[in-house]
T-cell receptor
Framework: GAGVSQSPSNKVTEKGKDVELRCDPI?????LYWYRQSLGQGLEFLIY????????KSGLPSDRFSAERTGGSVSTLTIQRTQQEDSAVYLC????????????FGDGTRLSIL | GENVEQHPSTLSVQEGDSAVIKCTYS??????FPWYKQELGKGPQLIID?????GEKKDQRIAVTLNKTAKHFSLHITETQPEDSAVYFC???????????FGKGTMLLVSP
């Protein structure tokens, strides 16, 4: 079946602009995660959605970052007033929900801030 | 919070050799340890995982071992092939939580 789908695959924008990144999880998966991967680094947790529960936003680096998940499926990560340090690959993952279920990743959005 | 250290950062082997990547974690409450393989331009792909109620798990040429007392776990790849070349990440998840803490990755290069 279809895996996790992310769009766009690449995004180049000017410093100060807002960007929106989209994630379509695997059908039926109730849990959705956003991670950030900077060049040569591991993955950094950003935010986690599980069903209708309040999201875990503990990994968001600043109030310029926000995310929403509409209808329990598609999620959008928004970065306002982008800075050069926001340049990274933003990865989305989904799982069947519950604790410690395998997370399946999309191929990410490569964000470059000029 | 959890901290995961991964070694080595790069590993070069000849085709057919074995490769071992090691990770340590800080929180003794962690109980789920997945390994991911990431190829250039792709997202991480889950290759094997282990839970704290077992000490070893195998899947063909790949195996993972877990030492809860020492708080470390390792990935073993036998009979390496050029297509095993990629960046490998270990991760840990604390009991009762779903988010993963990742190591910084190991770039594995398998030469023909």
């Amino acid at each position: 079946g279809a895996g996790v789908s992310q769009s766009p695959s690449n995004k180049v924008t000017e410093k100060g602009k807002d960007v929106e990144l989209r994630c379509d999880p695997i059908s039926g998966h109730t849990a959705l995660y956003w991670y950030r991967q900077s060049l040569g680094q591991g993955l950094e947790f950003l935010i986690y959605f599980q069903g209708n529960s309040a999201p875990d936003k503990s990994g968001l680096p600043s109030d310029r970052f926000s995310a929403e998940r509409t209808g329990g499926s598609v999620s959008t990560l928004t970065i306002q007033r982008t800075q050069q340090e926001d340049s990274a690959v933003y990865l989305c993952a989904s799982s069947s929900g519950g604790v410690n279920q395998p997370q399946h990743f999309g191929d990410g959005t490569r964000l470059s801030i000029l | 919070g959890e901290n995961v250290e991964q070694h080595p950062s790069t590993l070069s082997v000849q085709e057919g050799d074995s490769a071992v990547i090691k990770c340590t974690y800080s929180d003794s409450a962690s109980n789920y340890f997945p390994w991911y393989k990431q190829e250039l331009g792709k997202g991480p792909q889950l290759i094997i995982d282990i839970r704290s109620n077992v000490g070893e798990k195998k899947d063909q040429r790949i195996a993972v071992t877990l030492n809860k007392t020492a708080k470390h776990f390792s990935l073993h790849i036998t009979e390496t092939q050029p297509e095993d070349s990629a960046v490998y990440f270990c991760a840990a998840s604390q009991a009762g939580y779903s988010t993963l803490t990742f190591g910084k990755g190991t770039m594995l290069l398998v030469s023909p």
